[in-house]
Structure formats: C-alpha cells, structure tokens
C-alpha cells in the first residue's frame, strides 16, 4: 500500500503506546497529571460558552491543585448550573431538594470545611459564601484536589467524590475534554508528544491473560489526534 504520512491518520481510536516507558508519560500528560504550568488551553466552544469571569476564575482555581486542569472545574460548573445560569432554587439564593446550593451546589457542611482547610484568597465574600462565584470556584477545586485529583492521581475519583455517579463522572469528563483547544504539538525528534486528551479505557500490559501492547484512550467521535512521533505507516 502506498505510504501514508502518520500526521495525516485522523481516525485512529486506539493508539498504540510502543514501549512501557514512554506510556507512564503519556497517560499522565493525558489525564491531567504534571503541574498546573501544563494546562490545557480554552477551546472555540469553551471561549463561546463560559462566561469570562467564570473562566478566568476556573484557571485560576485550578492551578492551586498542581495536576488539576481547569477544563475539570470548568466541566463541574457547567453540568451543575450551567456556570451560574440556571433558573432553579439553590443557585442563586435557597437550596435545591437535596441542600446543595451555589454555582457550584455544594452543601452547607461541605463548603464549610473545604473553607476551614482551604480558605479562598481575597475577592469574594466575608466570609466566604457559597453563592458567590469566587469563593464556590476556588472551594471546588480545593474540594477536587482532595478528592484525588492533586498531581492527577485520580480524576474519577475526585470527580466521582462530587457527585456519586458514575454517569456524573462521565458527563463532567466529556464536557472537559469538548473545553480543551486541540492540541497542536507536532511529532519531536525525542520523547513523545501527547496523542490527544481522554480517559485511559485499557492500559499496557496484561490483560485477560494476554499482554496488550497498547495504550487506550476514550475520547468523543471527533477529537483531534496528533502523532506521538515521526514517521510512516507501513501497516494498517
């Protein structure tokens, strides 16, 4: 078959991870792991979506828990009350049905001791509120990070911790990834780059007896993929 430049390989779902000591790298750079000078950049639908306070107040937040990306938090206020503009109780004064309240629902309680831990810094309320938007954004991160999502050592479970449903995590996770700008690394001399941004579905290594010598990434129909590094696809 006529060679096909792997820059130009669109519709690859599972990437192939070629060695185990390039996948640790890769799985970490993908789900968020590193500090927070790594973060992901805002997408054309993220830019179209969040209110700019919102954002900036996302990033910022966010880059208080080393490993968290804002994309997170960010995803987290849009599933909850669509980033302050939903038109319910408990968003914007009173409680819902289950006590949560704010932009990003927290109960009485739990904003009262991620605060007590983790006091917002100057900007919002005094003391801190949970309607008001500053000090439920920075609450949240600090909530995340806890949670499991410092140095990206579990995002589900940090996001899981918000709201314990599995369909929740999910949703959060999709949003997330439809807020990141598509990378635009090209393929290194040395190292690898990262394929794109997902969840890992199935790791390296062994697996239901055998071993699978690749690195799965789930990630929405569309995300962009970028080459891990240079060269030709030789078969397919």
Not at 61 to 82: F, H, Q, R
Not at 147 to 157: C, E, K, L, N, Q
Request: charged share 10%.
């Amino acid at each position: 078959m006529a060679k096909i430049a792997v820059t130009a390989i669109g519709a690859i779902i599972a990437l192939i991870a070629i060695i185990a000591a390039a996948v640790s790298g890769v799985v970490s750079a993908v789900l968020g792991g590193g500090d927070s000078a790594a973060s992901s950049q805002p997408s054309p639908a993220a830019l179209a979506d969040i209110p700019g306070n919102y954002l900036a107040l996302y990033q910022q937040a966010a880059a208080t828990c080393p490993g968290l990306d804002w994309s997170i938090v960010a995803a987290v206020g849009k599933v909850e009350t669509d980033h302050g503009r939903l038109i319910a109780p408990g968003v914007h004064n009173g409680e819902n049905f289950a006590g949560a309240a704010g932009p990003m629902q927290f109960l009485q309680p739990t904003f009262d001791s991620v605060v007590a831990q983790h006091p917002p810094p100057p900007g919002g309320s005094t003391p801190p509120s949970r309607y008001n938007p500053h000090d439920a954004i920075y609450t949240a991160a600090a909530y995340l990070c806890d949670s499991g999502a410092r140095d990206g050592r579990d995002i589900y479970a940090a996001i899981y911790a918000y709201n314990h449903a599995d369909w929740y995590v999910r949703k959060v996770l999709d949003q997330a990834n439809a807020y990141k700008a598509a990378q635009q690394s090209a393929p290194q001399q040395s190292g690898w780059a990262v394929p794109t941004r997902g969840t890992c579905s199935s790791g390296f290594g062994s697996r239901g007896g055998e071993f699978h010598r690749g690195q799965d990434i789930a990630a929405p129909i569309g995300t962009p993929i970028v080459a891990a590094a240079g060269g030709t696809v030789i078969d397919s």
